[in-house]
């Protein structure tokens, strides 16, 4: 079992920035970031390798960087130049190689706002 912690949401204006925190219980392989807006699928957001290799969503590249400290098992997901449709309930994941365990952390909301 992996335990995941979050932290960083809130209420943002537009253009504003954000980071999200997630602390894992233990090692695991892939971390990552997945968001949830009302009405909507959960959607990959980014997600990373132990060895630092990312992968993103078109919608956010260029504005997110995630990013991982292997010796604190922690990953991070740098918002900068918000929209209001980056609102959404945010999911730490981790996962094992070809996900054949995952868990998931308890969500925090991100409000895009002016």
């Known amino acids: 079992q992996v335990q995941l912690v979050e932290s960083g949401g809130g209420l943002v204006q537009p253009g504003g920035s954000l980071r999200l925190s997630c602390a894992a219980s233990r090692s695991i392989y892939a971390m990552g970031w997945y968001r949830q807006a009302p009405g909507k699928q959960r959607e990959l957001v980014a997600e990373?390798?132990?060895?630092?290799?990312?992968n993103y969503a078109d919608s956010v590249k260029g504005r997110f960087t995630i990013s991982r400290d292997n010796g604190k098992n922690e990953v991070y997901l740098q918002m900068n130049s918000l929209k209001p449709e980056d609102t959404a309930v945010y999911y730490c994941?981790?996962?094992?190689?070809?996900?054949?365990?995952?868990?998931w952390g308890q969500g925090t909301q991100v409000t895009v706002s002016s």
């Open positions: 994941n981790a996962a094992t190689p070809y996900r054949a365990d995952e868990w």
């Open positions: 990373i390798a132990y060895g630092g290799g990312t």
